[in-house]
């Protein structure tokens, strides 16, 4: 499996910005897909995720109803739809595929590939 995210880019506060993780290999919908962030000098954290089959999806608190999921079966890609973005949102952005429970979505560890990273920077 390969995953290769993209659509990072400069964002003026209150803009939008969509993010794509295209995904390579067998089984897509087997999978949850995550998207995680890490600012420079703070940890990697959780963004959110969604399972491809059924489309369940879970968000970290701090982008509950800025940010969306979705993906589309048939291209084996997952989109992260950023709106009224946030100074605070600027981190390098990857994608990870794995297979955890809902409640685990938040684990990166049991994400079992990873991409390598998009970059949003937003400006105030």
């Known amino acids: 499996v390969q995953l290769q995210a993209s659509g990072g880019g400069l964002v003026q506060a209150g803009g939008s910005l969509r993010l794509s993780c295209a995904f390579s290999?067998?089984?897509?919908?087997?999978?949850?897909m995550g998207w995680f962030r890490q600012a420079p000098g703070k940890e990697r954290e959780f963004v959110g995720a969604?399972?491809?089959?059924?489309?369940?999806?879970r968000y970290a608190d701090s982008v509950k109803g800025r940010f969306t999921i979705s993906r589309d079966n048939a291209k084996n890609t997952v989109y992260l739809q950023m709106n009224s973005l946030k100074p605070e949102d600027t981190a390098v952005y990857y994608c990870?595929?794995?297979?955890?429970?809902?409640?685990?979505?938040?684990?990166?560890?049991?994400?079992?590939?990873w991409g390598q990273g998009t970059q949003l920077t937003v400006s105030s």
């Open positions: 969604i399972k491809v089959s059924g489309g369940t999806t």
């Open positions: 290999g067998p089984s897509f919908r087997n999978y949850v």
């Open positions: 990870a595929a794995g297979r955890p429970i809902l409640r685990a979505y938040d684990q990166a560890g049991l994400y079992l590939y």
